[in-house]
Nanobody
Framework: QVQLVESGGGLVQAGDSLRLSCVAS????????MGWFRQAPGKEREFVTR????????YYADSVKGRFTISRDNAKNTVYLQMNSLKPDDTAVYYC???????????????????WGQGTQVTVSS
């Protein structure tokens, strides 16, 4: 059983930065691509970003491109989400997720991910 634990959320003002962390249990972290999703109140969960198992490839939603950066440290079983120039529209619960090894669909589809963290709240005030 894989456990993912996010941390680093909080209440910030527009323009501020936050760094989220997601620590994974288990010995196979480096074999899996990881993603971040978010869900705002009353809205569906949406894709934010994804990083390949090695960290060599990254993808971003257009809404965060240029402001957010995903990275990972496989030695620490941790994936990070650096969020800069935060906007009120970024307010949401942020989830990290592990992309399933055999999935061959679209990386932005939440159905491609088999393990999820409990989420961490990010609130951006104007």
């Amino acid at each position: 059983q894989v456990q993912l634990v996010e941390s680093g959320g909080g209440l910030v003002q527009a323009g501020d930065s936050l760094r989220l962390s997601c620590v994974a249990s288990g010995r196979t972290f480096s074999s899996y691509a990881m993603g971040w999703f978010r869900q705002a109140p009353g809205k569906e969960r949406e894709f934010v970003t994804r990083i390949s198992s090695s960290g060599g490839s990254t993808y971003y939603a257009d809404s965060v491109k240029g402001r957010f950066t995903i990275s990972r440290d496989n030695a620490k079983n941790t994936v990070y989400l650096q969020m800069n120039s935060l906007k009120p529209d970024d307010t949401a619960v942020y989830y990290c997720a592990r992309q399933c090894a055999t999935c061959r669909g679209t990386y932005s589809d939440s159905r491609e991910y088999d393990y999820w963290g409990q989420g961490t709240q990010v609130t951006v005030s104007s």
